[in-house]
């Protein structure tokens, strides 16, 4: 039972090292994953510690429309 137990405080842990997918950036940058507090949460967390994914939101965010990334963050 205890290590169900650790297992359980680890997991959303080990899940904020988990890079993004493509459609969770896209509702991010758009404002939508803020409906789902748990993945807006994460996104932030991730996108703290991964530069990787910071990169991919970046190219995302200079991508077609010409804007910068700051016209595009929430917070």
Known sequence: MSIYA???RLGPIFRQYRCLD???LD???RGKLRDDPEAYDRAIAHLGICEECQE??????DGG???GLEEHLVE
């Open 6 to 8: 650790v297992l359980r």
């Open 22 to 24: 493509d459609a969770t």
């Open 27 to 29: 509702r991010y940058m």
């Open 56 to 61: 991919r939101l970046s190219r995302y965010a």
């Open 65 to 67: 429309d010409g804007e």
